[in-house]
Nanobody, 119 residues
Framework: QVQLVESGGGLVQAGGSLRLSCAAS????????MGWFRQAPGKEREFVARITWNGGSTYYADSVKGRFTISRDNAKNTAYLQMNSLKPEDTALYYC????????????WGQGTQVTVSS
């Protein structure tokens, strides 16, 4: 099972950009489809984006399509989420996880990284 540490969050004005990183431990990172999820206060955790093991295919939630880009570097055991044109409704705690379909493969989460977008 891979362990994950998210970073890169912060406070940004609407329209700004952030790049999140997800550093994984273990030799199996490159075998997983990886995903990003987010949870806003008072709301359930929701799927944001996923990328297949070799980066050959990506999929996005409608709410972020065209603004967010998921990528990965298997040599560095790291996945990324480039977030552009941020909106206040993107404010949430962001997590990464191995996924199956649009759901996390395991119910194990890192500490997440907070993204706050001011209007």
């Amino acid at each position: 099972q891979v362990q994950l540490v998210e970073s890169g969050g912060g406070l940004v004005q609407a329209g700004g950009s952030l790049r999140l990183s997800c550093a994984a431990s273990g030799r199996t990172f490159s075998s997983y489809t990886m995903g990003w999820f987010r949870q806003a206060p008072g709301k359930e955790r929701e799927f944001v984006a996923r990328i297949t093991w070799n980066g050959g295919s990506t999929y996005y939630a409608d709410s972020v399509k065209g603004r967010f880009t998921i990528s990965r570097d298997n040599a560095k055991n790291t996945a990324y989420l480039q977030m552009n044109s941020l909106k206040p409704e993107d404010t949430a705690l962001y997590y990464c996880a191995p996924v199956l379909g649009l759901s996390p493969l395991y119910d194990v989460w890192g500490q997440g990284t907070q993204v706050t977008v001011s209007s």
